[in-house]
């Protein structure tokens, strides 16, 4: 999950199997059955973590609103543990960096209203280790229902486990990753089980549902506050790519069960301000995890009205819980439906060209079915009707979404043939 270009170029990677599975039941674990919604240490302070950053972030997390808009997870990511297991073999917090230790963490987080997350990697190294960028081997090899106990002692709700090898074939990683959620489960605790199977590894996001596995499962490698890196499912990604990836594996998300593109990158800047918003629209369309990863201290206006744009916020939280499915797609102009729990349909038009261009579908495509319908404008909160057509001029790499509603809707949307980007 880390700086792993130098990896990548040198050609190490496993091929694993590649043999598709089967549609798999969501896991059921007690946790909630909507995308998570929160925010992780990595992307901005990488291993620079402490309790006083973390506790900095909860307190701004709650102060600026955001914890009432659903940001409840705060993720501790690497570089929290101590470098060596105690004398019985349990993790440690890092003495220096945590020294109230990592229940104490938890309870103030709890004690604000909000869940706590942590980070942990299933073979002998996290990442940082494996890179050499922080000292020891403490992976939960060998030690995967002994960690899950003490995360549930110390009040843990969230454990991302990031794989972070090149070893393995894909059946390695199941059984690997299937043998933490065993553990979680033994524990009776209710606990998110996020899991990353792509770093410096060959990507199986794409080639299989991990529903029966895990919660949430990375569908890339490692996201970058880039638009377009020219990745097409290597390290690193940009947000457009990210989408061509994510967008055809609608059929894996369930209540309960999500396609991760990977945490946030609004309000890190290395993006336009239309950019940022597609970033945040398409996100909530997909029924992504909407995990920030920026400094939440520090957030201007316009980063402020995207995070909290309660349009898309309620798209992304429906309780219907599916991820929106293509209607159409030239290479350029690209549509995606995602059906509602109420009976509306959330559309976007979204727009992958360098110039504005006028994006239009209508409502029988996107499933419904009627003469009369209202269009309510997810960015500007306006509502407009319409007999059918639905149509807006997009700029370059922008995202128009409407709420349609006012009539009946079919099972699912109809999607169009049309070819990759």
């Known amino acids: 999950m880390r700086k792993v270009g130098a990896l990548l170029a040198a050609g190490v990677l496993a091929t694993g199997g590649l043999a598709l599975q089967g549609q798999a039941a969501a896991l059921d674990n ?43 997870y705060v993720v501790v990511d690497d570089c929290w543990m101590n470098s060596t297991r105690d004398s019985a073999g349990n993790l440690q917090a890092n ?17 604000k209203g909000l869940k706590f997350g942590i980070y942990q990697a299933p073979l002998d190294k996290t990442c940082a280790q494996y890179f050499g960028s922080y000292p020891g081997a403490t992976g939960a090899q060998g030690h995967e229902a ?55 590894h060959a990507k199986t996001g794409p080639q299989r549902d991990w529903g029966d596995i895990a919660n949430m499962w990375r569908t890339t490698e490692d996201i970058t506050n880039k638009w377009d890196t020219g990745q097409t499912n290597g390290y690193p990604m940009g947000i457009q ?54 400094d939440v201290r520090n957030m201007d206006a316009a980063t402020q009205t995207i995070l909290k744009n309660a349009n898309l916020i309620a ?37 992958q060209g360098g110039s504005t261009t006028t994006i239009s579908t209508t409502a029988s495509a996107i499933g419904l079915s009627g003469g009369s319908f209202t269009l309510r404008d997810a960015w500007t909160n306006t509502v407009s009707g319409t007999t059918g057509a639905i149509s807006a001029s997009v700029p370059a790499h922008g995202t128009v979404v409407y709420r349609v509603s006012g ?15």
Not at 266 to 275: A, I, L
Request: glycine fraction near 8%; proline fraction near 7%.
């Open 95 to 111: 003495a220096s960096r945590f020294p109230s230790g990592m229940k104490a963490l938890g309870d103030y987080l709890h004690a």
């Open 241 to 294: 790519n990210i989408v061509n990836v994510t967008v055809p594996l609608a059929s894996y998300a369930k209540p309960g069960a999500f396609n991760d593109p990977d945490m946030m990158e609004v309000g890190r800047g290395g993006m336009t301000d239309t950019e940022m918003r597609s970033h945040f629209a398409l996100w909530a369309m997909m029924a992504s995890p909407l995990i920030l990863g920026n």
């Open 407 to 421: 009539a009946t809707s079919s099972p699912s949307p109809s999607p169009s043939p049309s070819p990759s980007p």
């Open 146 to 200: 002994q960690d899950a106990r003490q995360f549930a002692a110390w009040g843990v709700d969230y454990l991302k486990y990031d794989w972070c090898s090149p070893s393995g074939t894909i059946d390695d990683q199941v059984r690997t990753f299937a043998k933490m959620r065993d553990a979680l489960a033994a524990t009776g605790r209710p606990i998110v089980y996020s899991i990353n199977s792509n770093s410096i």
């Open 315 to 351: 798209i992304n939280q429906d309780p219907l819980a599916v991820q929106a499915r293509q209607i159409s797609n030239d290479g350029t102009r690209r549509v995606l439906a995602k059906k509602l729990g109420n009976g509306d349909v959330a559309v976007a038009l979204f727009n």
């Open 30 to 72: 007690g946790v909630a059955r909507t995308p998570p919604m929160g925010w992780n240490s990595w992307n901005t302070f990488g291993c620079n973590i402490s309790e006083t950053l973390i506790k900095q972030m909860a307190d701004a997390i709650v102060n600026s609103g955001l914890r009432d808009l659903g940001y409840q």
